[in-house]
């Protein structure tokens, strides 16, 4: 079946733009994250999403950053006024885990991610 | 503040050898580790986890042990293929919530 996809696969744009980024999650997946991959670190959590709602926004690095699902489905991850320091690869996953249930191990699926290029 | 850290960037082995990737970690909460594999412009892919009350996990050629006193892990892989080589991440969960913690990223280079 169809796994995650975002895009576009790369965005450049210029300091201080607007810039969205589309995540679609394998059907029928509860759950979504999205993540933040700077040059040479590990995935850093940004937002997780149960059904519509963000159930943990702990790692947004700041009000420039917003993400939404309004159909539990589809998301979007909205950058305002985007600086060189944002430049990174925007990764999105899901999974089927739905909330309260018991956690035996937290498989996330990936897609390819989104290079955002801030000039 | 890193809580998980692979302190080993790169990692070069030789085909039909053993690959041991190595994790460390500083939260007491963190209650599942996983092991994930990149290759380039793809997402990472779940390879292997473990719960925290479990000291091993074995799935085919991969193996995951977890020190807990040590608070160490790491990822055997035996024999190795050059299909392995990818870039690994070690990740953990935080207890009752579903954000991951990863690591920098060990890449494997196995040559024939």
């Known amino acids: 079946g169809a796994g995650v996809s975002q895009t576009p696969s790369n965005k450049v744009t210029e300091k201080g733009k607007y810039v969205e980024l589309r995540c679609d999650p394998i059907s029928g997946h509860t759950a979504l994250y999205w993540y933040r991959q700077s040059l040479g670190q590990g995935p850093e959590f940004l937002i997780y999403f149960q059904g519509t709602g963000a159930a943990d926004d702990s790692g947004l690095p700041n009000d420039r950053f917003f993400a939404v699902r309004p159909e539990g489905s589809v998301s979007t991850l909205k950058i305002q006024r985007t600086e060189r320091g944002d430049s990174a690869v925007y990764l999105c996953?899901?999974?089927?885990?739905?909330?309260?249930?018991?956690?035996?191990?937290?498989?996330?699926?990936f897609g390819p991610g989104t290079r955002l290029t801030v000039l | 503040d890193q809580q998980v850290k692979q302190n080993s960037p790169s990692l070069s082995v030789q085909e039909g050898r053993i690959s041991i990737l190595n994790c460390d970690y500083t939260?007491?909460?963190?209650?599942?580790f996983l092991w994930y594999k990149k290759y380039p412009a793809e997402g990472p892919t779940f390879l292997i986890s473990i719960s925290s009350i479990k000291d091993k996990n074995e799935d085919g050629r991969f193996t995951v042990f977890l020190n807990k006193s040590a608070k160490h892990l790491s990822l055997h892989i035996v024999p190795s293929q050059p299909g392995d080589s990818a870039v690994y991440f070690c990740a953990a969960s935080v207890y009752n919530t579903d954000k991951l913690i990863f690591g920098t990223g060990t890449r494997l280079q196995v040559f024939p």
């Open positions: 939260n007491s909460m963190f209650d599942y």
């Open positions: 996953a899901s999974s089927s885990r739905t909330s309260g249930e018991s956690k035996r191990y937290n498989e996330q699926f």
